[in-house]
């Protein structure tokens, strides 16, 4: 059973455009998240994490939006940069105290920004 | 200002061979964790460990896996007896411990390929 489901495996856009990657999950304990950006033969790169208490964070052109009622959380991107493209992954994780702080991830989606 | 380093980048075992993975913390770093990425798949999470302790092994398989993260030197993911389905991207990363704002910080992998 996949707790963090990321229902589209790619998404294209045009350089200047917003991209929107969603991501949605079903255990209510996941109280943090996380979007990790991965391009290939290296390691995933931390972008942007937001917590249950809030519902927006925003750093520079990432924005993520949470959505907790509805279990669903996004990424925006905007401007999108060809330099972008890559595969972006969403990640869950119960905030437990003294807990495992194990991740639980989506299958990712590969985004595409043509110039 | 090394980040985490994994090695080797690439391994190619024959089956029933051991495979031994290595992963170097980032400095200051006393947590690690391994994640196992499948073909297609998002990276799901093996084990958790701290200075000479297991904290959560609840994502590795019971048999012919095993880790450590010794006192002095890396952290090491042993596979033994090594099967066409081990084949697979292995991801390490590392943590000062408790994350509030930003997550962990991965390795550019080992990629382990059974033949």
């Known amino acids: 059973d996949q707790q963090v489901k990321q229902n589209s495996p790619s998404l294209s856009v045009q350089e200047g455009r917003i991209s929107i990657l969603n991501c949605d999950y079903t255990?209510?304990?996941?109280?943090?998240f996380l979007w990790y950006k991965k391009y290939p033969a290296e390691g995933p790169t931390f972008l942007i994490s937001?917590?249950?208490?809030?519902d927006k964070n925003e750093d520079g052109r990432f924005t993520v939006f949470l959505n907790k009622s509805a279990k669903h959380l996004s990424l925006h991107i905007v401007p999108s940069q060809p330099g972008d493209s890559a595969v972006y992954f969403c990640a869950a994780s119960p905030l437990t105290q003294g807990g495992s702080e194990k991740l639980v991830f989506g299958k990712g989606t590969k985004l595409t920004v043509n110039p | 200002n090394a980040g985490v380093m994994q090695n080797p980048r690439h391994l190619v075992r024959r089956r029933g061979q051991e495979a031994r993975l290595r992963c170097s913390p980032m400095?200051?770093?006393?947590?690690v964790y391994w994640y196992r990425q499948l073909p297609e798949e998002g990276l799901k999470f093996m084990v958790y460990l701290q200075k000479e302790n297991i904290i959560d092994e609840s994502g590795m398989p019971k048999e012919r896996f095993s880790a450590e993260f010794p006192k002095e030197g890396p952290s090491i993911l042993r596979i033994q007896q090594v099967v066409r389905g081990d084949s697979a991207a292995y991801f390490c990363a590392s943590s000062r411990g408790h994350q509030e704002t930003h997550g962990y910080t991965f390795g550019s992998g080992t990629r382990l390929t059974v033949v």
């Open positions: 255990n209510s304990m996941f109280d943090y």
């Open positions: 400095k200051g770093h006393s947590h």
């Open positions: 937001i917590s249950s208490i809030k």
